[in-house]
Nanobody, 126 residues
Framework: VQLQASGGGVVQAGGSLRLSCVAS????????MGWFRQAPGKEREFVSA????????NYADSVKGRFSISRDKAKNTVYLQLHSLKLEDTAIYYC????????????????????WGQGTLVTVSS
C-alpha cells in the first residue's frame, strides 16, 4: 500500500486548505484512514480519522468544528478540509492507513496505523 498526500501550502490565518491522500495497492478499500501532524519541535499528534465505510469519524479537540474529513471510495482518496486556520496549525500533515475488517471505527493512535504517506507541509502565516 502506498499513500500520497498533497494539498499543503502557505495560507493566511483564517484561511482554508484541502489536503488529499490517495491510496494505491492491494486492498486499499479495507483501510481506515487517519491524518496526523507534526509541528517543528513537537511530537506527532492525531488530527482526524475516518472508518472504512466513511460512517465514523474522529477529531482532535483542537480541530473540532474547523476541520472535516471525508473519503471518496471510487477514487481511493481521503480528504481533510481545513478551515479557520490558526498559526498553531502549522505542521507537516501525514495521512495513514489502518487495515481492518471492520467497517466502523476510526483509530486515534499512531501505533494502530501500518501505512504512512510522506507528508505535506501546511504553513499558516499571520
Amino acid at each position: 500500500v502506498q499513500l500520497q498526500a498533497s494539498g499543503g501550502g502557505v495560507v493566511q490565518a483564517g484561511g482554508s486548505l484541502r489536503l488529499s491522500c490517495v491510496a494505491s495497492g492491494p486492498q486499499v478499500s479495507r483501510l481506515a484512514m487517519g491524518w496526523f501532524r507534526q509541528a517543528p519541535g513537537k511530537e506527532r499528534e492525531f488530527v482526524s480519522a475516518i472508518s472504512r465505510s466513511g460512517g465514523s469519524t474522529n477529531y482532535a479537540d483542537s480541530v473540532k468544528g474547523r476541520f472535516s474529513i471525508s473519503r471518496d471510495k471510487a477514487k481511493n482518496t481521503v480528504y481533510l478540509q481545513l478551515h479557520s486556520l490558526k498559526l498553531e496549525d502549522t505542521a507537516i500533515y501525514y495521512c495513514a492507513g489502518h487495515p481492518t475488517i471492520l467497517t466502523v471505527g476510526a483509530p486515534l493512535t499512531s501505533n494502530e496505523y501500518d501505512y504512512w504517506g510522506q507528508g505535506t507541509l501546511v504553513t499558516v502565516s499571520s
